[in-house]
């Protein structure tokens, strides 16, 4: 059983951009968008990209164990949708050619800790740590 709500993980299958965001060196937010997947297996988020472990995000999520990534869209007229997961984080040697096969096989792995959604499922904004 996973901690997303099927209508989460239908949403997440349905976007291909989220933001992630990490802490620098010196303190400072990173923020950038990037490829994602939900790893059913893992019951996590998996983050991939071209050059993947040459990145910010990358060495920020090795030294600090943590990230958290967005997902979001705005329907028309304006019905917003979002989720919001932040966790601990790590980086692994394989599975980045499984988001794309132009992609490193090296990825980011956020395991949930908390979530926030809203829009999804006609559900309020809310946040569950989990």
């Known amino acids: 059983m996973s901690i997303f709500s099927t209508e989460e993980i239908d949403y997440m299958a349905s976007q291909r951009l989220g933001r992630i965001a990490t802490v620098g060196r010196d303190g400072q ?17 998996d983050v991939g990209g071209l050059r993947m472990s040459q990145t910010k995000k990358f060495r920020d999520v090795e030294r600090t164990g943590r ?40 990825i980011v792995r956020i395991y949930p ?10 559900e309020q904004p809310g946040a569950r740590s989990v």
């Open 29 to 45: 937010p990173h923020v950038v968008p990037t490829s994602f997947r939900y790893n059913a297996e893992h019951d996590a988020i």
């Open 67 to 106: 990230a958290s990534i967005v997902i979001d869209d705005v329907q028309p007229p304006w019905k917003p949708r979002m989720i919001e997961i932040r966790g601990r984080a790590e980086t692994v040697a394989t599975g980045g050619k499984e988001l794309n096969e132009s992609f490193e096989d090296a």
């Open 113 to 122: 800790e908390r979530i926030v959604s809203f829009g999804i499922a006609g």
